[in-house]
């Protein structure tokens, strides 16, 4: 037996999104011949490509900033906001429902998310964000399959996060050759989350996503999937290598075990399986 312990040279992959932070935007970047990132450092958004339009996958933070990024980036990939459809929603906290009213109004859209969803924006917003300004159009159900054009997404209900969380399964096509991309939809823990319902839901996920033949990930926080390196890839790879979001089927549910891991590391400190509340820290000499 060998007397040394062979470790990673990969880093930790406990990073979590920084929010309150104003971080620089990265350019549109097309990562897929039908699917675009728009993101900072902290949050990120997609832009779904079909013969019938565009699917906008979550709309990042409420603020003129987020707003403007996502315009702007329909215009870097060819289109116009009329041209956006549907506007899908993982999950009802301000960073991923952004200034829905505004992107309405600018595209025509469609919004589609889960109804408890809906009723968590509106009239329970969590942390700092205000309350959703818009109403769903379409409210998506565990199983649905959200279809413009040529392309079906399909919508899987992953309460844990939130209670009525969905993550999706995202065709795309890779100079032409198709995979499928897993978007798991809340990323953290928040106080008050269930564990074992997070845990319950990320089996579910990852079973459906082994039967679909999904291939690879994506994130709507770039710190849970290195998303910023791994588009700046894109804009700068050369003919004839791989695209980094092309994994197989292997490597995503590997990939999944990292939010097991974390599960498990907050299952030490909350054995109940109810995430505590967060408290300032203060150092026991500063309690006497």
Same mark, same amino acid.
């Given at each position: 037996m060998s007397s040394?312990?062979?470790?990673?040279?990969?880093?930790?992959?406990?990073? %979590?999104?920084?929010?309150? !932070? !104003? $971080?620089?935007?990265?350019?549109?970047?097309?990562?897929f011949d039908n699917l675009s990132i728009i993101s900072d450092s902290c949050d990120a958004c997609f832009?779904?490509?079909?013969? #019938?339009?565009?699917?906008?996958?979550?709309?990042?933070?409420?603020?003129?900033?987020?707003?403007?990024?996502?315009?702007?980036?329909?215009?870097?990939?060819?289109?116009?906001?009329?041209?956006?459809?549907?506007?899908l929603i993982t999950h009802g906290h301000g960073d991923h429902y952004g200034a829905m009213a505004a992107l #309405?109004?600018?595209?025509?859209a469609k919004l589609y998310m889960g109804r408890l969803e809906e009723d968590l924006a509106k009239n329970h917003p969590v942390g700092r964000f205000p309350a959703m300004d818009a109403d769903a159009d379409v409210y998506i159900e565990d199983g649905d399959d959200v279809v413009l054009g040529d392309t079906k997404v399909r919508c899987i209900m992953t309460p844990g996060h939130t209670q009525g969380c969905f993550s999706?399964?995202?065709? !795309?096509?890779?100079? /032409?050759?198709? $995979? %499928?991309?897993?978007?798991?939809?809340?990323? /953290?823990?928040?106080p008050g989350v269930n564990i074992f319902q997070y845990l319950d839901s990320l089996e579910k996920y990852k079973m459906i996503c082994a039967e679909e033949g999904v291939d690879g990930a994506i994130?709507? $926080?770039? @710190?849970?999937?290195d998303g910023v390196i791994r588009a700046q890839m894109?804009?700068?790879? /050369?003919? /004839?290598?791989?695209?980094?979001?092309?994994?197989?089927t292997e490597i995503f549910l590997n990939y999944n075990k990292r939010f097991e891991k974390m599960c498990q590391n907050m299952l030490k400190a909350?054995?109940?399986?109810? !995430?505590?509340?967060?408290?300032?820290?203060? @150092?026991?000499d500063a309690k006497k």
């Open positions: 040394y312990e062979i470790r990673s040279w990969r880093r930790p992959s406990d990073r %979590k999104p920084e929010f309150g !932070v !104003v $971080h620089p935007f990265i350019p549109t970047t097309k990562i832009l779904l490509e079909t013969t #019938k339009g565009l699917i906008l996958i979550d709309a990042m933070e409420p603020e003129q900033r987020f707003y403007d990024a996502i315009i702007q980036g329909i215009a870097d990939i060819g289109y116009q906001p009329q041209d956006v459809k549907i506007i #309405k109004k600018a595209t025509g999706f399964i995202i065709p !795309v096509t890779d100079e /032409g050759v198709p $995979h %499928k991309m897993g978007l798991w939809g809340g990323t /953290g823990l928040l994130s709507n $926080h770039p @710190p849970c999937d894109c804009r700068e790879i /050369g003919d /004839g290598l791989p695209n980094p979001y092309v994994w197989t909350a054995p109940d399986g109810i !995430v505590p509340e967060r408290r300032e820290f203060v @150092p026991e």
